[in-house]
Protein backbone atom coordinates (compact mmCIF):
# COMPACT_ATOMS: atom_id res chain seq x y z
CA UNK A 1 0.00 0.00 0.00
CA UNK A 2 1.00 3.53 -0.45
CA UNK A 3 0.05 6.67 0.39
CA UNK A 4 1.04 10.57 0.19
CA UNK A 5 0.42 13.29 2.61
CA UNK A 6 0.76 16.59 2.22
CA UNK A 7 1.08 19.42 4.93
CA UNK A 8 -0.48 21.81 5.02
CA UNK A 9 -3.40 22.53 2.84
CA UNK A 10 -2.61 26.41 2.19
CA UNK A 11 0.02 27.97 1.85
CA UNK A 12 0.29 31.63 2.04
CA UNK A 13 3.81 33.71 0.58
CA UNK A 14 4.74 36.87 -0.52
CA UNK A 15 5.86 37.88 -4.10
CA UNK A 16 9.40 36.56 -4.53
CA UNK A 17 10.15 34.58 -1.18
CA UNK A 18 10.69 31.44 -0.70
CA UNK A 19 8.13 28.46 -1.38
CA UNK A 20 8.18 25.38 0.59
CA UNK A 21 5.26 22.77 0.34
CA UNK A 22 5.62 19.68 2.07
CA UNK A 23 5.03 15.79 0.84
CA UNK A 24 5.53 12.81 2.84
CA UNK A 25 5.19 9.40 1.15
CA UNK A 26 4.91 5.81 2.43
CA UNK A 27 5.82 3.15 0.23
CA UNK A 28 6.38 -0.61 0.86
CA UNK A 29 9.16 -0.73 -2.37
CA UNK A 30 11.21 1.94 -3.59
CA UNK A 31 8.38 5.33 -5.31
CA UNK A 32 8.50 7.07 -7.79
CA UNK A 33 7.27 10.61 -7.19
CA UNK A 34 5.66 13.17 -8.56
CA UNK A 35 4.71 17.16 -8.35
CA UNK A 36 1.52 18.39 -10.25
CA UNK A 37 0.02 21.70 -10.61
CA UNK A 38 -3.42 22.68 -11.23
CA UNK A 39 -4.27 25.76 -12.31
CA UNK A 40 -8.39 26.97 -11.52
CA UNK A 41 -10.78 24.79 -14.10
CA UNK A 42 -7.57 22.81 -15.65
CA UNK A 43 -6.35 19.41 -15.38
CA UNK A 44 -2.61 18.79 -13.94
CA UNK A 45 0.47 19.32 -15.02
CA UNK A 46 3.38 17.70 -14.52
CA UNK A 47 6.25 20.01 -12.29
CA UNK A 48 8.78 17.22 -12.27
CA UNK A 49 9.16 13.85 -11.06
CA UNK A 50 11.72 11.16 -9.32
CA UNK A 51 12.11 7.88 -10.28
CA UNK A 52 15.90 6.54 -9.89
CA UNK A 53 19.01 8.53 -9.97
CA UNK A 54 20.20 12.21 -8.80
CA UNK A 55 17.87 12.73 -5.22
CA UNK A 56 17.55 16.49 -6.44
CA UNK A 57 15.41 17.05 -9.31
CA UNK A 58 14.90 19.57 -11.21
CA UNK A 59 11.42 20.67 -13.36
CA UNK A 60 10.03 23.51 -14.77
CA UNK A 61 8.98 27.34 -13.51
CA UNK A 62 11.59 27.34 -11.34
CA UNK A 63 10.97 24.40 -9.03
CA UNK A 64 12.94 21.18 -8.15
CA UNK A 65 12.28 18.70 -5.00
CA UNK A 66 14.46 16.48 -3.31
CA UNK A 67 13.73 12.96 -2.44
CA UNK A 68 15.24 11.77 1.02
CA UNK A 69 14.50 8.21 1.75
CA UNK A 70 15.65 8.94 5.16
CA UNK A 71 12.45 11.08 5.85
CA UNK A 72 9.93 9.58 2.99
CA UNK A 73 10.01 12.94 1.92
CA UNK A 74 10.01 14.70 -1.64
CA UNK A 75 9.19 18.44 -0.63
CA UNK A 76 8.84 20.93 -3.20
CA UNK A 77 10.67 24.30 -3.21
CA UNK A 78 11.15 27.90 -5.36
CA UNK A 79 13.60 30.27 -4.10
CA UNK A 80 11.14 33.11 -5.24
CA UNK A 81 7.56 32.97 -5.68
CA UNK A 82 5.54 35.12 -8.49
CA UNK A 83 2.29 36.13 -8.68
CA UNK A 84 1.97 33.07 -11.56
CA UNK A 85 2.47 30.07 -8.77
CA UNK A 86 -0.55 30.48 -7.21
CA UNK A 87 -2.43 27.37 -8.05
CA UNK A 88 -2.79 24.34 -6.55
CA UNK A 89 0.12 21.30 -6.04
CA UNK A 90 -0.19 18.01 -5.45
CA UNK A 91 2.38 15.22 -4.73
CA UNK A 92 1.55 12.06 -6.24
CA UNK A 93 3.49 8.29 -5.75
CA UNK A 94 3.45 4.93 -7.75
CA UNK A 95 6.00 2.66 -7.81
CA UNK A 96 8.58 0.48 -9.83
CA UNK A 97 6.14 -2.34 -9.13
CA UNK A 98 3.02 -1.22 -10.04
CA UNK A 99 2.43 -2.23 -13.52
CA UNK A 100 -0.57 0.12 -13.93
CA UNK A 101 1.55 3.03 -12.43
CA UNK A 102 -1.69 3.68 -10.86
CA UNK A 103 -0.76 6.84 -8.59
CA UNK A 104 -2.00 7.47 -5.37
CA UNK A 105 -2.10 11.52 -4.76
CA UNK A 106 -2.28 13.69 -1.56
CA UNK A 107 -4.52 16.30 -0.39
CA UNK A 108 -3.19 18.62 -2.44
CA UNK A 109 -1.72 22.61 -1.09
CA UNK A 110 -3.45 25.60 -2.04
CA UNK A 111 -0.27 28.21 -2.81
CA UNK A 112 -1.36 31.55 -2.45
CA UNK A 113 1.34 34.52 -3.97
CA UNK A 114 0.63 38.15 -1.69
CA UNK A 115 2.00 40.86 -4.10
CA UNK B 1 4.91 16.76 -25.75
CA UNK B 2 2.20 13.92 -25.02
CA UNK B 3 -1.07 15.75 -25.11
CA UNK B 4 -4.25 14.59 -23.62
CA UNK B 5 -7.80 16.09 -24.52
CA UNK B 6 -11.14 15.61 -23.36
CA UNK B 7 -14.86 16.34 -24.87
CA UNK B 8 -16.89 18.42 -23.72
CA UNK B 9 -15.13 20.83 -21.02
CA UNK B 10 -18.52 21.53 -19.65
CA UNK B 11 -21.49 19.82 -19.49
CA UNK B 12 -24.83 20.96 -17.63
CA UNK B 13 -27.77 18.44 -17.93
CA UNK B 14 -30.62 17.63 -16.77
CA UNK B 15 -31.06 14.57 -13.70
CA UNK B 16 -32.23 11.29 -15.52
CA UNK B 17 -29.85 11.71 -18.31
CA UNK B 18 -26.74 10.22 -19.81
CA UNK B 19 -23.68 12.18 -20.38
CA UNK B 20 -20.64 10.91 -22.52
CA UNK B 21 -17.21 12.27 -21.83
CA UNK B 22 -14.03 11.77 -24.31
CA UNK B 23 -10.69 11.29 -23.39
CA UNK B 24 -7.90 11.09 -26.49
CA UNK B 25 -4.26 10.71 -26.61
CA UNK B 26 -3.42 13.32 -29.51
CA UNK B 27 -0.12 12.21 -30.18
CA UNK B 28 0.60 9.22 -28.68
CA UNK B 29 -1.06 5.73 -28.29
CA UNK B 30 -2.27 4.63 -24.55
CA UNK B 31 -2.56 1.14 -23.84
CA UNK B 32 -4.16 2.61 -20.54
CA UNK B 33 -6.14 5.39 -19.17
CA UNK B 34 -7.49 6.82 -15.71
CA UNK B 35 -10.71 8.28 -14.93
CA UNK B 36 -10.50 10.82 -11.79
CA UNK B 37 -13.10 12.90 -10.02
CA UNK B 38 -12.04 15.60 -8.41
CA UNK B 39 -14.45 17.37 -5.86
CA UNK B 40 -14.12 20.92 -5.33
CA UNK B 41 -11.21 22.04 -3.28
CA UNK B 42 -10.09 18.31 -3.10
CA UNK B 43 -7.99 15.96 -4.03
CA UNK B 44 -8.11 13.63 -7.44
CA UNK B 45 -9.73 10.56 -6.54
CA UNK B 46 -9.31 7.58 -9.14
CA UNK B 47 -12.56 5.84 -10.43
CA UNK B 48 -11.55 3.06 -12.87
CA UNK B 49 -8.48 2.05 -14.90
CA UNK B 50 -8.91 1.69 -18.53
CA UNK B 51 -7.06 -1.21 -20.83
CA UNK B 52 -7.46 -0.96 -24.20
CA UNK B 53 -9.79 -3.79 -25.60
CA UNK B 54 -10.49 -5.08 -21.86
CA UNK B 55 -13.06 -4.63 -19.15
CA UNK B 56 -12.01 -1.55 -16.83
CA UNK B 57 -10.83 -1.94 -13.76
CA UNK B 58 -12.86 0.06 -10.97
CA UNK B 59 -11.82 1.14 -7.71
CA UNK B 60 -13.61 0.73 -4.52
CA UNK B 61 -17.16 2.37 -3.94
CA UNK B 62 -17.55 3.42 -7.87
CA UNK B 63 -20.54 1.57 -9.38
CA UNK B 64 -19.50 0.23 -12.61
CA UNK B 65 -23.26 0.36 -13.78
CA UNK B 66 -23.07 3.97 -13.36
CA UNK B 67 -19.80 5.24 -14.46
CA UNK B 68 -19.54 2.98 -17.70
CA UNK B 69 -15.65 2.93 -19.43
CA UNK B 70 -15.25 2.11 -22.89
CA UNK B 71 -11.38 1.96 -24.00
CA UNK B 72 -12.37 0.87 -28.08
CA UNK B 73 -8.85 2.11 -29.28
CA UNK B 74 -5.51 3.16 -28.60
CA UNK B 75 -6.46 6.96 -28.44
CA UNK B 76 -9.70 7.28 -26.96
CA UNK B 77 -11.53 6.12 -23.62
CA UNK B 78 -15.19 7.58 -23.04
CA UNK B 79 -16.71 7.86 -19.29
CA UNK B 80 -20.30 7.54 -19.86
CA UNK B 81 -22.21 9.00 -16.58
CA UNK B 82 -25.52 6.89 -16.68
CA UNK B 83 -29.10 8.53 -15.73
CA UNK B 84 -26.71 11.18 -14.04
CA UNK B 85 -27.96 13.20 -10.57
CA UNK B 86 -27.18 16.22 -9.06
CA UNK B 87 -24.55 14.52 -6.83
CA UNK B 88 -23.01 13.50 -9.96
CA UNK B 89 -21.47 16.65 -10.57
CA UNK B 90 -18.20 17.07 -10.66
CA UNK B 91 -14.80 17.87 -12.20
CA UNK B 92 -13.90 14.58 -13.97
CA UNK B 93 -10.56 14.15 -15.15
CA UNK B 94 -8.44 10.96 -17.72
CA UNK B 95 -5.21 10.73 -17.87
CA UNK B 96 -3.50 8.99 -20.58
CA UNK B 97 -0.17 6.66 -20.37
CA UNK B 98 2.25 6.20 -23.47
CA UNK B 99 2.87 2.35 -24.45
CA UNK B 100 6.41 3.76 -25.03
CA UNK B 101 8.61 6.47 -23.32
CA UNK B 102 8.99 6.26 -19.99
CA UNK B 103 5.86 4.24 -18.46
CA UNK B 104 5.77 5.56 -15.19
CA UNK B 105 4.57 9.34 -16.53
CA UNK B 106 0.70 9.80 -16.35
CA UNK B 107 -0.49 12.64 -19.05
CA UNK B 108 -3.45 14.30 -17.31
CA UNK B 109 -6.45 16.25 -20.00
CA UNK B 110 -7.83 19.13 -18.88
CA UNK B 111 -11.10 18.21 -17.19
CA UNK B 112 -14.31 18.11 -17.81
CA UNK B 113 -16.77 19.67 -15.60
CA UNK B 114 -20.32 18.37 -14.94
CA UNK B 115 -23.19 19.90 -13.75
CA UNK B 116 -26.27 18.32 -13.36
CA UNK B 117 -29.81 19.73 -12.76
Known amino acids: AQSVTQLGSHVSVSEGALVLLRCNYS??????LFWYVQYPNQGLQLLLK??????LVKGINGFEAEFKKSETSFHLTKPSAHMSDAAEYFCAVTHVNNAGNMLTFGGGTRLMVKP | GAVVSQHPSRVICKSGTSVKIECRSLDFQATTMFWYRQFPKKSLMLMATSNEGSKATYEQGVEKDKFLINHASLTLSTLTVTSAHPEDSSFYICSARSTSGSGNEQFFGPGTRLTVL
Open chain 1, 50 to 55: YTTGAT
Open chain 1, 27 to 32: SSVPPY
